[in-house]
């Protein structure tokens, strides 16, 4: 009869039960790369036909992403199973559907399909100013992940407030989620105007700016999840899944739009702030000294 340690066994236990721990937060990074790997199957789908559904479903794919990509950072951390394999397979993660994906995506999207009717040198210049800005977008991104992989406590150019974490650069999750959103927006529906693609060319090259930035974006990481109140949290995230669901066009572009401008907005709130007090710095050295008599008479006539 085989009888077994209980001591041995509990600890064999404990020891498959970790290793299926630090396995969870890669299952969350291999579904943030199954989503970009579909993202970009559907984009390339899109110019053989029904252009406007395959768009729109790589736009989804992307905007699906993100919540994997928060998650398996914030699972590892909170079952302490963080590793250098996590780090370096979420990065390159990261480089497939928040890089490659909406690069290839928002080139599509924007100019592959501009209609011949308009002149020709126009459509030429458009083409390949195009496809330039989303490699430039491309290259940002990887680029923003470097920076992200070497710096420690990395402060921004414009520090917030005492305490808080902030991002340095615009993360390149928000700056996909930007593109994908816009296409999202008009359901997948190809640009058809020049003028609107060229609207694109100047949100393409923002987003890649913002990334290569030293500007602050807020990076969430004070929210916790971890409260006594587990079914008031539980209720607010069902509503605000519902409402991302029910009318996801709108209120993902609006919070794409509302997240990349509140970095803009920092940058020039912290300018304007510092101008001000410089002039009011120089104004002060430039009063006169009142221990000091005024000994012009023409001040006094």
Not at 18 to 37: D, Q, V
Not at 255 to 276: D, E, K, M, V
Request: charged share 15%; aromatic share 12%; glycine share 8%.
């Amino acid at each position: 009869m085989n009888h077994e340690d209980p001591a041995l066994a509990k600890a064999q236990a404990q020891a498959r039960l970790r290793r299926g721990m630090f396995l969870l937060p890669s299952l969350f990074t291999a579904g943030n790369i199954g989503a970009g790997y579909f993202s970009i199957t559907q984009t390339i789908a899109a110019a053989s036909g029904n252009a406007q559904w395959h768009l729109d479903w790589a736009a989804i794919a992307i905007l699906f992403a993100i919540p994997f990509d928060a998650l398996d950072g914030r699972i590892a951390r909170m079952t302490n199973t963080t590793s250098d394999f996590g780090k370096e397979l979420d990065s390159l993660a990261d480089v497939i559907t928040f890089g490659v994906a909406p690069s290839l995506l928002a080139f599509v999207w924007g100019f592959h399909f501009l209609p011949e009717s308009i002149n020709v040198l126009l459509h030429q210049h458009l083409a390949q100013a195009g496809g330039f800005l989303c490699f430039l977008f491309l290259i940002g991104g990887a680029s923003r992940l470097a920076r992200f992989n070497i710096s420690h406590d990395p402060l921004p150019r414009n520090p917030g407030r005492p305490g808080r974490k902030y991002f340095v650069g615009m993360p390149i999750p928000a700056a996909a989620g930007l593109l994908a959103a816009t296409v999202h927006y008009f359901n997948g529906i190809p640009v058809q105007a020049w003028w609107v693609a060229v609207c694109w060319l100047i949100m393409v090259g923002l987003s890649a700016f913002l990334m290569v930035s030293t500007w602050r974006f807020w990076s969430g990481k004070e929210i916790n999840l971890g409260g006594r109140h587990p079914f008031q949290l539980l209720l607010l995230i069902a509503t605000v899944v519902y409402i991302m669901v029910r009318f996801s066009e709108v209120v993902l572009f609006l919070i794409a739009l509302i997240y990349t401008f509140s970095g803009i907005w920092a940058r020039a709130a912290y300018s304007w702030s510092r101008r001000r007090r410089r002039g009011k710095s120089s104004d002060s050295r430039n009063l006169p000294d009142p221990a000091v008599p005024d000994r012009d008479p023409l001040r006094h006539t």
